[in-house]
């Protein structure tokens, strides 16, 4: 019988966990926060069990920005074990620290995966090298990045879309945007007492970069054809018709969707920094 283990997912959307926190800088006890590129972060999870299990591992990763999160293109940053007491939550710590790099300006994505020979997943994976936490309760991803619009200059971030070494896959990349967080959310990327703004947000899909280019693009669907065992660039531009104020925020959810349903999602939190305090 299974012991129930599992990683709450978020919600609304299933890749924005509550349950996966990262604390930027040399102490793993200090504030909840933003990566910070070249800086050391640690990675923390909070797991949950319907009966009492001992011996609980958890695999770490980190990805670069994406939606659907493959084991063969993350990051195994460490391993854990913990032993939970039902209901929980037991909050595990992964003792290996993150180095953050300046791979695209330091947004990434974790996922965590609690196993245990008493909850195996169940069916078994159909494509193992997928972490697909929207099947399975022991997988939760955090695919939550803050991002910096400074007055209504638009900001560009870059996101991979990657097929299997076995097959090709035809997607359709969507940007929505609007929309809340949860406070518990909200809080634990450092934006505490923030709140959702009601200035209109801008996203835009291309397959190139806008950057240093004064092409104006309109489109918020893509359609992406991904031969098997490459990646193709999404490249998502944020802009807000007017400049976002301290304390605000507003959401770009993107979403990869084949014919049976969404593979994965990444949303952007998108805030302005300017005047903040030190």
Same mark, same amino acid.
């Given at each position: 019988m299974s012991v129930g283990l599992h990683i709450r997912h978020g919600s609304p959307q299933w890749w924005e966990s509550p349950d996966i926190w990262v604390v930027p800088g040399q102490d793993p006890n200090g504030p909840p926060g933003s990566p910070v590129v070249g800086q050391t972060?640690?990675?923390?999870? %909070?797991?949950?069990?319907?009966?009492?299990v001992q011996g609980v591992q958890l695999d770490f990763w980190v990805a670069n920005p994406a939606m659907q999160i493959r084991k063969s293109s993350a990051n195994h940053i460490g391993t854990a074990f913990a032993d939970i007491q039902a209901p929980g939550p037991q909050e595990v710590l992964c003792l290996s620290p993150w180095n953050v790099t300046l791979i695209n300006g330091?947004?990434?994505?974790?996922?965590?995966?609690?196993?245990?020979?008493?909850?195996?997943?169940?069916?078994?994976?159909?494509?193992?090298?997928?972490?697909?936490?929207n099947t399975y309760p022991q997988i939760a991803q955090r695919n939550l990045s803050v991002i910096s619009?400074?007055?209504?200059? %638009?900001?560009?971030?870059?996101?991979?879309?990657?097929a299997g070494l076995r097959a090709a896959k035809r997607v359709e990349i969507q940007a929505e945007?609007?929309?809340?967080?949860?406070?518990?959310?909200?809080?634990?990327?450092?934006?505490?007492?923030?709140?959702?703004?009601? %200035?209109?947000? %801008?996203?835009?899909l291309t397959e190139h970069s806008l950057?240093?280019?004064?092409?104006?693009?309109?489109?918020?669907?893509?359609?992406?054809?991904?031969?098997?065992?490459?990646?193709?660039?999404?490249?998502?531009n944020v802009s807000a018709a007017e400049q976002l104020r301290p304390g605000e925020y507003g959401l770009v959810r993107v979403t990869e969707q084949d014919p049976d349903g969404v593979l994965g999602g990444l949303t952007l939190v998108a805030v302005n920094t300017e005047g903040k305090k030190r």
């Open positions: 972060a640690f990675l923390w999870a %909070r797991v949950w069990a319907d009966q009492d330091g947004h990434e994505c974790v996922v965590v995966e609690a196993s245990s020979t008493l909850d195996p997943l169940t069916p078994p994976p159909t494509d193992p090298d997928v972490l697909d936490a619009i400074a007055g209504q200059l %638009r900001r560009e971030v870059l996101l991979t879309v990657t945007v609007g929309g809340e967080l949860p406070e518990e959310t909200l809080a634990s990327l450092g934006l505490r007492d923030h709140k959702a703004s009601a %200035r209109e947000i %801008r996203a835009t950057c240093h280019s004064s092409e104006q693009a309109a489109e918020r669907g893509l359609g992406l054809d991904v031969p098997a065992g490459t990646s193709k660039p999404v490249y998502v």
